[in-house]
């Protein structure tokens, strides 16, 4: 680990400012970022630690929804009795990521922030466009077994880590930010990751120092929430697929719909035509097939992951009917 200075924010603006500066990062739960600088795939020269910022509240939103301050833990919110009634899905998603130890520091802000876990940018002997603009992408002729099929680029065809981000997104949350200068912005979590285009090391529309201060939720949604995640190993595993859902359904009929993918691309993966194509159906394979198609318009295996095709197809059909049954 390379040598840094390091200091403690006193408010959201100055912790901003001071992180706009070159070379310095924010630092919270330390759970990614100090893996990072350990291997010297990250090497800030100034840590700004934002853990006494008062961040850490659940409280109500003026929507009728939920505010969560970016210091809330993962465990925290996981357990939160609001949570838990209102938004199961996104304390089922933050229940399968990591272990209790790593829930317990890991912050909303920073689930957020995660960086990829591909094997080729944590190897700092191997080409990644993620890690070094243009020195190219090991992983699109290497080992890509854990890696994107949708919304991929000739630069990069890594995913996003995060299970939290991909209920996030199910649910259409809202991400608060403080500027360097001061300025505030909301932030929809639809636009806040991007795809990786000629860009893979630009990974969220966030500007130098911009830092997230929270993120609110709308009110709460009719339905069964459902969280699925396929992995290698029941702990402590990326997903290879994971499908966040809420269904409205009765007699076997859905009335509405939504769904978001983790483990398919570089950002949490949503399709709103194929929740569309589910509204006011009746639940069997061939409409539960007929959305996942929608979903895998454009999908690409790149040879050792080809199977996330068929498993995203199966994965969605038993998420759908759980949700369902359970309805």
């Known amino acids: 680990m390379k040598a840094f200075t390091y200091e403690r ?7 901003a400012a001071a992180a706009a500066r070159p070379g ?10 100090l893996d990072l600088m350990k291997l010297q795939v990250e090497t800030p020269v100034h840590l700004v630690d934002i853990n006494r910022l008062g961040l850490d ?42 272990s209790g130890q790593l829930r317990n520091k890991a912050t909303t802000g920073g689930n957020l922030l995660q960086r990829t876990r591909c094997y080729y940018f944590y190897d700092t002997a191997r080409p990644c466009n993620k890690r070094q603009p243009g020195s190219g992408c090991s992983a699109l002729q290497g080992y890509n077994r854990i890696h994107a099929v949708l919304g991929a680029s ?33 932030i929809p979590i639809a636009d806040f990751h991007r795809l990786p285009g000629n860009t893979p090391h630009v ?21 069964r929430h459902v ?24 007699g076997g009929r859905i009335r509405s719909a939504r769904m978001a993918f983790g483990g398919l691309a570089h950002k949490p993966w949503r399709v709103e035509a194929a929740e569309t194509r589910l509204a006011g159906t009746v639940l069997d394979e061939a409409t539960v097939n007929a959305a996942a198609d929608t979903v895998l318009a454009g999908a690409r295996g790149f040879g050792h992951n080809d199977f996330k095709l068929p498993l995203l197809r199966r994965t969605l059909q038993a998420t759908i009917n759980e949700a369902a049954r359970a309805a």
Do not use: W
């Open 9 to 15: 924010a006193d408010t959201p603006a100055t912790a």
């Open 24 to 33: 310095a990062r924010m630092i919270a739960g330390g759970t990614n970022l």
């Open 57 to 98: 509240r659940i409280e109500p939103a003026e929507n009728g929804g939920l505010r969560i301050g970016a210091m809330v833990r993962n465990s925290d919110l996981a357990a939160d009795a609001r949570v838990r009634r209102d938004y199961a899905v996104l304390s089922r998603a933050l229940l399968a990521g990591a």
């Open 154 to 186: 000739d630069q990069c065809i890594a995913t996003h880590p995060s299970d939290m981000a991909v209920a996030m997104r199910l649910l259409d949350a809202q991400v608060e930010t403080v500027m360097p200068s001061g300025m505030r912005r909301v």
């Open 203 to 223: 990974e969220t529309n966030l500007q130098p120092g911009e830092m997230i201060t929270g993120v609110t939720l709308p009110p709460p949604l009719p339905g």
């Open 227 to 250: 969280y699925r995640k396929v992995r290698d190993r029941a702990s402590y595993a990326f997903a290879l697929v994971s499908v966040a859902a809420i269904v409205d359904a009765s």
